[in-house]
């Protein structure tokens, strides 16, 4: 799904992001699961799957920080 938007010129609205449950799914339990699963699993089955470096880049990097960069164009009241 994720490769079907990316080919039809998407990438630049995509976020990726990961969830867990409890501590006990972090890596450093031994687990997959926790916050490294997105960095670790998934996006090298995007790459695999035919992603390039520069859109995964794109996903991981440019669009988080224009996301959190976002400045409202209302005037705040003082």
Known sequence: MVMSL??????????????FSNGTQLKRNNKEMGYAKTINVFVPKLK?????????RQIMNDNPRRLLAFVPKVKRKA
Not at 7 to 16: D, S, Y
């Open 6 to 19: 990316i080919e039809a010129g998407f990438a630049g609205n995509l976020l990726f992001s990961s969830d």
């Open 48 to 56: 695999k799957a035919g992603a390039s470096d520069e859109v995964l």
